[in-house]
């Protein structure tokens, strides 16, 4: 497995939640790593990404409710999701693209749920 996820599962309104994405050395010191998601019936989309060299990119749906970071001495990247909503129930995917190097992977998704 070279993306490793962790974290998510059942939180209710309001409250928060942080995945984790864990790789190599090899893959994180190359890619921009990022998260997406898939709720049931929709297409998958980007939530955020950080670059290697730490610019992010946010969509505006979670913009100002969640944080993506990238640890660089464990080559691992969270996403703190604070203020979660019910529309923010999905599968969400780690993913690690380089366009020099023509590379991208796919972590297992982890299922996040909101609800009461």
């Known amino acids: 497995v070279q993306l490793q996820a962790s974290g998510g599962g059942l939180v209710q309104p309001g409250g928060s939640t942080r995945l984790s994405c864990a790789t190599s050395?090899?893959?994180?010191?190359?890619?921009?790593m990022g998260w997406y998601r898939q709720a049931p019936g929709k297409q998958r989309e980007l939530v955020t990404v950080?670059?290697?060299?730490?610019?992010?990119n946010i969509a505006d749906s979670v913009r100002g409710r969640f944080t993506i970071s990238r640890d660089n001495a464990a080559n691992t990247v969270h996403l703190q999701m604070n203020s979660l909503k019910p529309e923010d129930t999905a599968v969400y995917y780690c993913?690690?693209?380089?366009?020099?190097?023509?590379?991208?992977?796919w972590g297992r998704g982890t299922q996040v749920t909101v609800s009461s």
């Open positions: 050395t090899s893959i994180f010191s190359i890619t921009d």
């Open positions: 993913n690690a693209a380089s366009l020099q190097f023509r590379r991208q992977y």
């Open positions: 950080i670059t290697v060299g730490g610019n992010t």
